[in-house]
């Protein structure tokens, strides 16, 4: 089993392009590692000028949403093509925000699976209960539709290529980060669903990642437990801190 974990930022509604190229230069010397994965998911607009700042360094940038459609009339929406021709390889889908705000769905998540497969990006497809789901013990029932329904039609090739990431919408932004335990519950629950799906070389090969208030202090414990591959990290991935999630150890 050799899951390389990935410390993966997601830079939201923030930074111009031309601050985006500023703290990218920052953060290029404590990013380095040859043991982690390092990516920074930022807004569309932002992608060109960050590649350009990341160059020569071992950050990846990757977008936070792809329509599902290959060309046409969508107005303000982004195409896997463009994200390709701009350099991009991952791509966020389904984050809560954006189910929460933008009416993202489920299926509207499977059908960009299906896209970024087709095209060859690679997804990360969040999934995480509310508070109240939690309170209400369907936290694993309510994961586990999420995930069947954006899995729906990928191949087991597909599949043990995509990442999930696991986000409790209560520990967004909140500072009120998951215990390592609850964590590693949910992250093991997927692992055993994918595992029902496809069998037991796809669960093993896939990367699960925790997201909800990382930060420098937390991703060692939280990376260290068997069934979480790394983190999916707002508002820590904004600052020169992602440096010391990237080089937790
Ligand atoms: P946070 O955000 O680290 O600021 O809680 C995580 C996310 O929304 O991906």
Redesign the pocket.
Known sequence: MSRKILAAG?W?MNKTPSEAAAAIEAMKATCASDEVEVLLCVPAIDIPAAMEAAKGSNIQIGAENVYFKDSGAYTGEISADMLLDVGVKYV?LG???RREYFAETNETVNAKMIQCFAKGLVPIM?CGESLEQREQGVTMDFIRQQVKVGFLGLTADQAKAAVI?Y?PIW????GKTATSEQAEEVCKGIRDLICELYGKEVAEEIRILY?????ASNAAELFGKEDIDGG??????LKPDFGKIVNYK
Request: hydrophobic share 35%; charged share 10%.
């Open positions: 997601n939201k966020i984050h809560s925000e969040c990431a986000e520990a967004i932004g909140t997201g909800g208030s990382v930060n999916l990290v707002g508002g820590a991935s």
